[in-house]
């Protein structure tokens, strides 16, 4: 019933996209290694969570994770890496509420309709 030996689960098939073939080897293994001691009943939770936890990406794969694409406040939209402090993203909801969400990264992309409601999504006054 451990949430952590879930994401474990979840986490395996997705090494190889996370880290290098070798480090992907080696978490796979103790990963694997834990996971079979669960099944027998031991806690590996805190052992779990150290392994998941030393490894960048796969730190940022679980907080992913847990934090879901509904989110509340986050957005399933991150900016690009590199775009530096000067992009302005301009993001537009419902104005029936944040159901619907779009972000606008050039002019030329048309503001689409609420596919809810059918009207268009309005601009998000910035921060
Ligand atoms: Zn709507």
Same mark, same amino acid.
């Given at each position: ?7 474990? $689960?979840?986490?395996? &098939? ?6 290098? !073939? ?6 796979? #293994?103790?990963? %694997?290694?834990?996971?079979? %001691?669960?099944?027998? /009943? ?6 779990? %969570? $150290?392994?998941? #936890?030393?490894? =960048?990406?796969?730190?940022? @794969?679980?907080? /992913?994770?847990?934090?879901? =694409? ?15 402090? /000067? ?11 944040? !159901?619907?969400?779009? @972000? ?5 992309? %048309?503001? =689409?309709?609420?596919?809810? !409601?059918?009207?268009?999504? $309005?601009?998000? &006054?910035?921060?």
């Amino acid at each position: 019933m451990s949430e952590l030996t879930d994401l474990a $689960r979840k986490l395996l &098939p997705r090494l190889g996209l996370l880290v290098d !073939h070798a480090e992907a080897t080696r978490l796979n #293994d103790a990963i %694997e290694r834990l996971l079979r %001691e669960h099944d027998n /009943g031991a806690d590996v939770d805190a052992r779990l %969570e $150290r392994l998941l #936890d030393s490894v =960048p990406e796969v730190r940022r @794969f679980i907080a /992913g994770s847990l934090a879901g =694409p509904q989110a509340p406040d986050k957005t399933p939209y991150e900016p690009l890496a590199g775009d530096g402090a /000067g992009s302005s993203l301009q993001r537009y909801e419902c104005p029936y509420g944040p !159901h619907s969400t779009w @972000f606008r990264s050039s002019l030329s992309q %048309e503001v =689409p309709l609420c596919a809810e !409601h059918q009207i268009p999504l $309005r601009l998000v &006054p910035g921060r």
